[in-house]
């Protein structure tokens, strides 16, 4: 079964880029979406935005001017790209797999701190 | 812009019981494009139910998805101690593309 680790530095100065990497395993990303999705201390789910295999993108308005996302299909990755970073966008980052509409595989998430 | 919210923020209830959990959106969603999933603390999320009301894969016959228009329920038909988590559901298909409500914790009372 399809299973998703994120991987990164847990902790990122301000101003710096914040820099994700989701590996799919038992299972091809040459197909469906592929999203970022992250949860703030003491608030609820926001969705970053999400990359198609052939690497077409849609990015949540918010992030649009901070956030690249690609993805490396020879090595079943996808990444994410955050730049600018401020104490707000300390969070639990996931990664997930989307049927364009909704997201059915989901990584157990990391934890990014931004503090100096 | 939808913006989604959900009632209760939380429901205390014991394990046996009913659980009815309501997301309104602020305006008309496609029933296809509605969503529930569970969080547990440091477990990954999963997909309760999409399309309104199909459960995902695994997911067992005590949850229920229904609903249409702006007003959507994720029943749970008795609670079982696993269940004890926080649903948030989902919309997409209008800016931004996807959204989450805020969320309904279910605890043990």
């Known amino acids: 079964q399809v299973q998703l680790q994120e991987s990164g530095p847990g902790l990122v100065k301000p101003s710096e880029t914040l820099s994700l990497t989701c590996t799919v395993s038992?299972?091809?990303?040459?197909?469906?979406?592929w999203s970022w999705i992250r949860q703030s201390p003491g608030k609820g789910l926001e969705w970053i935005g999400y990359?198609?295999?052939?690497?077409?993108?849609d990015y949540e308005p918010s992030f649009k001017s901070r956030v690249t996302m690609s993805v490396a299909t020879p090595w079943n990755q996808f990444s994410l790209r955050l730049s600018s970073v401020t104490a707000a966008d300390t969070a639990v980052y996931y990664c997930?797999?989307?049927?364009?509409?909704?997201?059915?595989?989901w990584g157990k998430g990391i934890t990014v701190t931004v503090s100096s | 812009e939808i913006m989604l919210t959900q009632s209760p923020g939380t429901l205390s209830l014991s394990p046996g019981e009913r659980a009815t959990l309501s997301c309104r959106a602020s305006q008309s969603v496609s029933s296809a494009f509605l969503a529930w999933y569970q969080l547990k603390p440091g477990q990954a999320p999963r997909l309760l139910i999409f399309g309104t009301s199909t459960r995902a894969t695994g997911i067992p016959d005590r949850f229920t998805g229904s609903g249409s228009g702006t007003d959507f329920t994720l029943t749970i038909s008795r609670l079982e101690p696993e269940d004890f988590a926080v649903y948030y559901c989902q919309q997409y298909g209008s800016s931004p593309l996807i959204s989450f409500g805020p969320g309904t914790t279910v605890d043990v009372k």
């Open positions: 990359i198609h295999y052939t690497g077409s993108t």
């Open positions: 038992g299972g091809s990303i040459s197909k469906f979406y």
């Open positions: 997930a797999r989307a049927y364009s509409n909704y997201m059915d595989v």
